[in-house]
Structure formats: C-alpha cells, structure tokens
C-alpha cells in the first residue's frame, strides 16, 4: 500500500465521521457558503508571476517544515507579497493542517483561495465552499473518470473552480473535461517521492489550451518558473520553499522581484 493509498483509506473514515458530526445544512448556511467567489484561473491568466503560494506545515515526505508560523501572518505576507493565489493544506494527520486554517486565511486575506486536500466525497466540496475556498482539488490519481466528473461538476454549479492534478499521461487522458478550470502537474512521483520538472514539460503539449496550465512541486528557484514558461505554464504552486523560512512574505517577496527582473 503506497502512501496515498493509506492517505485516502484514512480520508474515507474521516469523512464518513465529519458527516456525522456536520450535517450538509449546517454547511450551507455557514456565513461564507453565499460569498462571491474569485477565479484563481482567470488570475492566473492574466498574473504577470502566477505564483500560488502554500501553507503547510509538514508532509509525509519531508516530515516537518515548519509549526511555528501562524496561518494570519504567513496569509498577510503572501498577499502583500504579491502572489496570484494562496494554496491551504487542511489535511490534518499527514500535513498538520484543518479547515481552521482555511478560514483564517479567508479573514486574513483577500486571495483566491485553494482547498489543498484529498477530495473523495461531495461532502467536501460544501465545506470547501463554507470555509471560504474560492478553489478545489481533485487528485486524478485517487479518483475515477466518473468520480473526477461528477465533483467538478457539483464544484461548478458551487462557483468553485476546479484545479485537476495529474502524474502521468494516463491520469492526463482520463481527467480531461470541460468542468476543468485548470490542470495542475505534479513533478513529484507519489510512490518514490523522487521531483523532476520533466514530468510537466512532458505533458505540456497534451493538456488543452482552454484550461490553465499548473505546475506543482519542486519549485524552489526562478530558474525552474523560467524553464517552465515556455512550455504555457502559467501557475506554480510552491510551498516548501517559502514555508521553510521564518518569514514566508518577505521570503516570497524577494523570490518575485527575482522573477520579475
């Protein structure tokens, strides 16, 4: 059993509990299920950086990155940063993340805002939309063509866009559909944890013009968005590289005015 296999068996039980303790009503009468979204695909489109920016405080890869940060100021410094849009873990046992996190980084902010989590239910997505995300993700890896569909779709009629992540060719050819806002390539093999951004260059030419081309993992200098650039890219998360610094905002802030030279 790989770790994502491991990571989505805990999903399934911690979802079927937070039903239980959260009922779907709940949800939707939450202060910020009726608030106005912001498209992370259009920013993306017209960011001069397309930076994303993530919060996260450890991963099953490199353990602990950092918990002395708190979700406010590393919101306030990414936004003031300049960067198109800030990416939340909320997944708690592997990443140190909670929902917690992802609406105090909607009270501190006011960018579009990424769910960072391991969607596998609707369920989900209503708390995605009630906690402030203007944007979901869906892991083609863990989710069949059917799945993929039917929660993009159900993320649309919500007014989230929906960021598609692939690993692969195959993933690639299931996932593409017109529900899709963006489509994101992990440069990070999930079964051996090894990075390489050959893995978004490869795909670049499959993934259609209509959707924003994301790359994920293993950014960590503005030599890698340069070389990424030419292939369409227009989004990079990075999170790791910020999050290891004392201070994320003026980490990131310098690694713009880098970029922008």
């Keep these: 059993m790989n770790i994502l296999d491991k990571i989505v068996a805990d999903k399934r039980i911690e979802v079927g509990l937070r039903k239980e303790l959260i009922p779907t009503k709940q949800l939707e009468s939450s202060v910020l299920f009726d608030r106005a979204t912001t498209s992370l695909a259009n920013a993306l489109r017209n960011s001069e950086t397309g930076i994303i920016a993530e919060h996260k405080r450890r991963s099953p890869s490199k353990h602990e990155i950092n918990y002395s940060l708190n979700v406010q100021d590393v919101a306030t410094g990414y936004e003031n ?4 849009g800030m990416s939340v873990l909320t997944d708690g ?14 009270s501190s902010c006011g960018l579009p805002l990424l769910r960072k989590e391991f969607i596998i239910d609707e369920y989900q997505i209503l708390e995605a939309k009630a906690y402030g995300a203007d944007v979901i993700l869906l892991i083609a890896a863990i989710l069949t063509r059917e799945e993929i569909k039917a929660l993009s779709q159900f993320a649309k009629q919500l007014q989230l866009d929906v960021l598609l992540e692939v690993h692969n060719e195959e993933e690639l050819h299931k996932s593409i559909m017109p529900s899709l806002d963006m489509l994101g ?4 093999d999930l079964k051996t944890f090894t990075v390489s951004l050959d893995t978004s260059k ?30 369409g890219y227009k989004g990079f998360l990075i999170g790791e590289n ?9 980490h990131t802030l310098e690694f713009i005015n880098v970029l922008k030279q």
């Excluded at 046992?93 to 909607?106: C, N, P, T, V």
């Excluded at 390539?185 to 990070?188: A, D, S």
């Excluded at 030419?205 to 993992?217: T, Y």
């Design 202 to 231: 490869a795909l670049s030419d499959l993934i259609p013009d209509e959707f924003v081309k994301v790359s994920e993992s293993g950014i960590s200098s503005t030599e890698a968005i340069k070389e990424l650039q030419p292939y």
């Design 93 to 106: 046992k592997y990443f140190g993340g909670s929902l917690d996190d992802l609406i105090i980084a909607r």
């Design 81 to 84: 940063a300049g960067v198109t």
């Design 185 to 188: 390539v992990n440069n990070r």
């Design 242 to 250: 910020f999050m290891k610094t004392n201070d994320p905002g003026a």
